[in-house]
């Protein structure tokens, strides 16, 4: 096993930093790091909006109450981003059409690849963190907190810095649940029910609901209106 898979393997949330700050040479080479990750085109659809003042991090705590991004050395939001590409196409066409479920996907999926990475390379240097999808639920607040242009919304944020707290590896569902060969194979409700159980031995007196009780509160209900509001008022739906 080389290192780098063991260092993928051995990932844990962190939510919970101690007060010391990330050398600013160590911030450049974990956010550089994180550029490398594969990109739609090479198009490179985010951006990242590095949070380090203690006022812009308590403002943002004030709309999304995650502890972590208080306690954080840094904290960056991901921001998917076609501004710049209005800007590029305009020297070529008149047309810009950003608007639709592609372009959402090209965005997220370059921040969330980008993300990956900045998150690898921060553990690789001692660092801990943790990705904030809450982000999107405050999706307006937020995009006015940042100034975020036309063609630009939050698509989550990593709250980064030295950890003072470890937790066991979070059990993953067996690779035999995920990975199938040559096609899909619908697994039965019974797979979840399983799973419900590993991830309450795992978890012990901390459990407060199952896996698949978090799956109907996410799934059981319409998706946040401000998400979606957002992404109108920024011309992307």
């Known amino acids: 096993m080389t290192e780098t898979i063991k ?29 490398m990750a594969s990109s739609w085109k090479n198009f490179q659809s985010y951006s990242v909006i590095r ?11 004030e709309l999304v109450p995650q502890e972590a991004i208080r306690q954080s050395a840094a904290f960056l939001l991901f921001v998917g981003d076609l501004n710049r590409a209005e800007k590029g196409a305009s020297l070529h066409t008149d047309t810009f059409q950003p608007q639709g479920v ?3 996907l090209i965005t997220s999926v370059d921040a969330a690849l980008a993300g990956q990475n900045t998150l690898l390379a921060a553990e690789s240097l001692g660092y ?18 940042f100034n975020l242009p036309d063609y630009t919304y939050p698509v989550f944020g990593i709250a980064i810095g030295v950890p003072d707290q470890q937790h066991d590896v979070k059990p ?21 029910l399983d799973y419900d159980k590993v991830q309450a ?26 998400t979606r509001k957002n992404l109108e008022q920024k011309k992307l739906l």
Not at 128 to 138: D, M, S, T
Not at 172 to 180: A, D, I, K, N
Not at 202 to 224: H, I, V
Request: aromatic share 8%; glycine share 6%; hydrophobic share 35%.
């Open 128 to 145: 801990g963190g943790v990705i904030i999808g809450l982000v999107r639920y405050k999706s307006e607040e937020v995009a006015a907190l």
């Open 7 to 35: 260092l993928m393997k051995a990932h844990t949330s962190v939510r919970r930093f101690k007060e010391q700050e990330i050398p600013q040479a160590d911030l450049e080479e974990i956010l550089t790091a994180g550029q």
């Open 172 to 192: 993953r569902l067996p690779l035999s649940q995920v990975v199938f060969e040559e096609e899909y194979q619908e697994q039965p409700v019974e797979t979840v």
């Open 102 to 104: 592609e372009g959402l």
């Open 51 to 61: 949070v380090r003042s203690q006022e812009k991090k308590d403002a943002l705590y």
């Open 201 to 226: 031995d795992y978890a012990g007196a901390r459990a407060t609901t199952s896996w698949s009780q978090r799956l109907a509160e996410q799934f059981g209900q319409a998706e946040p209106r401000s």
